[in-house]
């Protein structure tokens, strides 16, 4: 009777041995791993994801520019009529909803763009300030629509939003995007009513 209890005693205190081994090597393995995929990270670095982000620039840019430029353009032409009917105001409200659907499908491809693990925070403020940008127009498409065109508030919107937008293509020194777009001390033909 007496070398039963320790029979079961040694053996208890093997299963716990090997259970402490068992549970420390899978920490260890777990700890590994983590390290092993933060090193060894797929994401692009900084100057391919801005080689990417000004081929994009250059390719949509100037149709964005070019949309703007007619949005201008009716937006102008509607001023000039004395008693402009909704058909006019039609089509200067869809000359500004072109520019920002042109502008959204920028920054759709500007996010589709895998993104480097530096810098993530200026590259979102990048995306959100385009997307702003795209909404200031789409809110004076809509203005233009419902013949409420005069309140200055939408070319300060669009002002507002052309200066982040600006701002953030400095901050990620997208060199073509500069060049489409301009920098923070350029300043745009905003039309204000």
Request: net charge negative.
């Amino acid at each position: 009777m007496g070398g039963e209890p320790a029979t079961e005693s040694r053996g208890s205190r093997l299963r716990t041995h090997i259970g402490w081994w068992v549970g420390i090597s899978s920490a260890a393995i777990g700890i590994l791993a983590f390290f092993l995929t933060r090193c060894e990270s797929d994401a692009p670095s900084l100057g391919e994801w801005r080689a990417k982000a000004d081929a994009i620039c250059e390719q949509e840019f100037p149709g964005v520019i070019q949309k703007m430029q007619a949005s201008d353009a009716a937006f102008l032409e509607l001023l000039r009529k004395p008693e402009p009917t909704q058909v006019d105001r039609n089509t200067a409200s869809e000359a500004a909803q072109e520019v920002s659907v042109s502008m959204r499908h920028l920054v759709g491809s500007w996010r589709a763009l895998e993104q480097p693990d530096e810098r993530r925070g200026e590259i979102d403020a990048l995306h959100t300030a385009g997307a702003d940008f795209s909404e200031a127009y789409a809110s004076f498409s809509s203005a233009i629509y419902s013949d409420e065109y005069m309140d200055e508030v939408y070319g300060e919107q669009e002002e507002a939003a052309l200066t982040a937008l600006t701002h953030q293509i400095e901050v990620l020194d997208l060199k073509e995007c500069k060049v489409q777009v301009g920098g923070p001390e350029d300043e745009g033909e905003i039309i204000v009513p």
